[in-house]
């Protein structure tokens, strides 16, 4: 049990300091509960002659609905929380390998997904492959007129405006809305946005959390 809490605990700490839903606790626990659960299967069913799976196999259906409850599409067309489910089926099974006494088993997956989320995520970065969602702010004197010119710079490329917000005045208009792309293609938008001359000013609000 505590190799489990252990080895959950550390998967935990790489997402809490990514500032993820799932952190060290949701981590550590969903791993010590999967461990447990393993154990008692086993135990309960060798006290009865009865099916040593029974339980265990309960585990699986449940992380599901855990994982589906990390995964929002809150933002319109923007679905998030989709590393964070991913995360939590895995350490489940890490924590059903260490109640299967499978304690090698273990500590290897632990080390791969720690390397797939420090290193591979370093390695996206480094060659601009990681794509994120940065939040805009634009200015103009009227919505539609406004909201056409971000349109147009955005077409050619290749871009979306999503989940795009309004705060009008009579005379006064700031919308703000996101865009999906790699860090180059955002820079390019920025720039893009600005040297087009159409806004009366251009913010960029930085990336917004979506693992």
């Not at 049990?1 to 300091?17: D, K, N, P, T, Y």
């Not at 790699?182 to 960029?204: M, N, W, Y």
């Given at each position: 049990?505590?190799?489990?809490?252990?080895?959950?605990?550390?998967?935990?700490?790489?997402?809490?300091?990514k500032h993820r839903a799932a952190g060290l606790r949701t981590n550590l626990f969903i791993c010590l509960g999967a461990a447990m659960f393993?154990?008692?299967?086993?135990?309960?069913?060798?006290?009865?002659?009865?099916?040593?799976?029974?339980?265990?196999?309960?585990?699986?259906?449940?992380?599901?609905?855990?994982?589906?409850?990390?995964?929002?599409?809150?933002?319109?067309?923007?679905?998030?929380?989709?590393?964070?489910?991913?995360?939590?089926?895995?350490?489940?099974?890490?924590?059903?390998?260490?109640?299967?006494?499978?304690?090698?088993?273990?500590?290897?997956?632990?080390?791969?997904?720690?390397?797939?989320?420090?290193?591979?995520?370093?390695?996206?970065?480094?060659?601009?492959?990681?794509?994120?969602?940065?939040?805009?702010?634009?200015?103009?004197?009227?919505?539609?007129?406004?909201?056409?010119?971000?349109?147009?710079?955005?077409?050619?490329?290749?871009?979306?405006?999503?989940?795009?917000?309004?705060?009008?005045?009579?005379?006064?208009?700031?919308?703000?809305?996101?865009?999906?792309?790699?860090?180059?293609?955002?820079?390019?938008?920025?720039?893009?946005?600005?040297?087009?001359?159409?806004?009366?000013?251009?913010?960029?609000?930085?990336?917004?959390?979506?693992?």
């Open positions: 049990m505590a190799l489990a809490a252990v080895l959950g605990g550390l998967i935990g700490l790489e997402r809490q300091s393993t154990l008692l299967s086993d135990e309960l069913a060798g006290a009865h002659t009865g099916d040593h799976t029974r339980i265990a196999a309960q585990i699986i259906p449940g992380i599901g609905f855990i994982g589906a409850g990390s995964i929002l599409r809150a933002r319109g067309e923007i679905v998030t929380g989709i590393t964070t489910a991913a995360t939590i089926f895995v350490v489940a099974s890490v924590g059903m390998a260490v109640g299967g006494a499978q304690y090698v088993l273990a500590i290897i997956a632990t080390l791969l997904i720690l390397g797939v989320l420090l290193l591979l995520g370093a390695i996206e970065r480094a060659l601009n492959l990681k794509v994120m969602i940065y939040g805009y702010e634009v200015s103009g004197p009227k919505a539609e007129e406004t909201e056409a010119k971000i349109n147009a710079v955005l077409e050619p490329l290749h871009s979306l405006m999503l989940n795009m917000q309004l705060a009008a005045t009579p005379r006064h208009v700031r919308i703000h809305f996101e865009c999906e792309g790699t860090h180059k293609q955002q820079t390019r938008i920025l720039k893009c946005l600005k040297d087009s001359g159409a806004f009366e000013s251009v913010a960029a609000l930085g990336p917004v959390q979506t693992e």
